[in-house]
């Protein structure tokens, strides 16, 4: 067990919809990150917080917006979805910077868009 | 643009075989990490290499960072079953961590 919790652990929706992934950062941890698993494109990184503040993006949609919440939960809303966005959707979390990059994972949202 | 190589992308050997994977980059990180997955499950952590030409042991996995800081490997000794997984190696640098594509490892008894 990592510490990290991400809910929901499994959500199936239709295209167009919009759907919420919850994650709550080990205890201590002021850094979450999330990342894009699919079979073609690997661990894509997403966006990273700080401290309730954005600290980097990636690879994220414009239809994708996350944050971080004075308790240092996070959520990824995801918006007009689209088949393609069918995917592992990982949280991790890390106690500073992402410098050391050693982070703790959650064990996913796995989002299925029919 | 960062990207990480990872080679093999696929490795299937018996049990008690040696093997090595490895990640390369053509830029520079601050440190890389090494992670394995199991299906169904997040990356678990399993080593962070921070100087160039460091050697870290972990029972029979030994991971090596290259000299430049833009490549590793992960040397695996008498594969076991249990070892079987995707493996990631990840880079660090000051405001986020990339990960290569993985190499997924079956190991066969």
């Known amino acids: 067990d990592s510490g990290v919790t991400q809910t929901p652990k499994h959500l199936i929706t239709a295209t167009g919809q919009r759907v919420t992934l919850r994650c709550s950062p080990r205890?201590?941890?002021?850094?979450v990150y999330w990342y894009q698993q699919s079979l073609d494109q690997g661990l894509q990184f997403l966006i990273q917080?700080?401290?309730?503040?954005?600290?980097a993006k990636g690879n994220i949609l414009e239809r994708f917006s996350a944050q971080q919440f004075p308790d240092l939960h996070s959520e990824l809303n995801l918006s007009s979805l689209e088949l393609g966005d069918s995917a592992l959707y990982f949280c991790?979390?890390?106690?500073?910077?992402?410098?050391?990059?050693?982070?703790?994972f959650g064990e996913g949202s796995r989002l299925t868009v029919l | 643009t960062q990207l990480l190589e990872q080679s093999p992308q696929f490795l299937s050997i018996q049990e008690g075989e040696n093997l090595t994977v490895y990640c390369n980059s053509s830029s520079v990180f601050s440190s890389l990490q090494w992670y394995r997955q199991e299906p169904g499950e997040g990356p678990v952590l399993l080593v962070t290499v921070v100087t160039g030409g460091e050697v870290k042991k972990l029972k029979r996995l030994t991971f090596q960072f290259g000299d430049a800081r833009k490549d590793s490997s992960l040397h695996i000794t008498a594969a076991q079953p249990g070892d079987t997984g995707l493996y990631l190696c990840?880079?660090?640098?000051?405001?986020?961590?990339?990960f290569g594509p993985g190499t997924s490892l079956s190991v066969i008894p």
């Open positions: 990840a880079g660090a640098s000051y405001d986020k961590v990339i």
């Open positions: 917080y700080y401290n309730g503040e954005e600290r």
């Open positions: 205890s201590g941890d002021l850094s």
């Open positions: 991790a979390s890390s106690v500073g910077s992402a410098h050391t990059g050693e982070l703790f």
